[in-house]
Nanobody
């Protein structure tokens, strides 16, 4: 049973940095696309960035130049380096992947809270 566990969230001042981790088990991230999503209070969940098994990266315009997604296949872990954080980055950040079999199956972590405030 695939599991995704996020960590690294917390309270940060504007302009600060955080590094989020997503530890995967029961699935090899080396052969799967992975992504970070976030959901702020009262808003819909949105894509932050994703990375394919081949290493192609896509990021939301709101985080380009500030956030960097990466993957360590040996550790079966995905990361999100967040720099120059803004109050509007405050949200619960979720790790995500999906698998194609007879149909598409999506897997989500429980999320880690990032709060950017003075």
């Amino acid at each position: 049973q695939p599991q995704l566990v996020e960590s690294g969230g917390g309270l940060v001042q504007p302009g600060g940095s955080l590094r989020l981790s997503c530890a995967a088990s029961g699935i090899s991230i080396s052969i799967n696309a992975m992504g970070w999503y976030r959901q702020a209070p009262g808003k819909q969940r949105e894509l932050v960035a994703n990375i394919t098994a081949g290493g192609r990266i896509n990021s939301a315009d709101s985080v380009k130049g500030r956030f960097t997604i990466s993957r360590d296949d040996a550790k079966n872990t995905m990361y999100l380096q967040m720099n120059s954080l803004k109050p509007e980055d405050t949200a619960v950040y979720y790790c995500h992947t999906f698998i194609w079999s007879s149909s598409r199956v999506d897997y989500w972590g429980k999320g880690t809270l990032v709060t950017v405030s003075s």
